[in-house]
């Protein structure tokens, strides 16, 4: 199994940048597709982007298209989004997540998640 701690959130303004970093234990890091989720007040956990355990086709949710780049560094075990242009419809507590198999856009999709970040954009 695979640990997950995020860091990096906080408070941007709108138009700013942000990177989150999710620092992941476990040799078996390398092969976990993984996936950052993001979940605001009243709403359901919704997926932000993915990465496969070989980097190849990341995938985005339309919304962050363009803006967001999630990116992995396996020797660091890290996974990391950088978030550019921000929205105040981008606040949310945003959550790193793992899975051993192929991942996916839906939350179901993976087994090991982190704590969450809080990530607040003011206009």
């Known amino acids: 199994q695979v640990q997950l701690a995020e860091s990096g959130g906080g408070l941007v303004q709108a138009g700013g940048s942000l990177r989150l970093s999710c620092a992941a234990s476990?040799?078996?890091?390398?092969?976990?597709?993984m996936g950052w989720f993001r979940q605001a007040p009243g709403k359901e956990r919704e997926f932000v982007a993915g990465v496969s355990a070989s980097s190849a086709l990341p995938r985005y949710a339309d919304s962050v298209k363009g803006r967001f780049t999630i990116s992995r560094d396996t020797p660091e075990n890290t996974v990391y989004l950088q978030m550019n242009n921000m929205k105040p419809e981008d606040t949310a507590v945003y959550y790193c997540?793992?899975?051993?198999?192929?991942?996916?856009?839906?939350?179901?999709?993976?087994?090991?998640w982190g704590q969450g970040t809080q990530v607040t954009v003011s206009s």
């Open positions: 997540a793992g899975d051993p198999y192929r991942g996916g856009t839906s939350s179901h999709d993976y087994g090991a």
């Open positions: 476990g040799r078996t890091f390398r092969s976990f597709a």
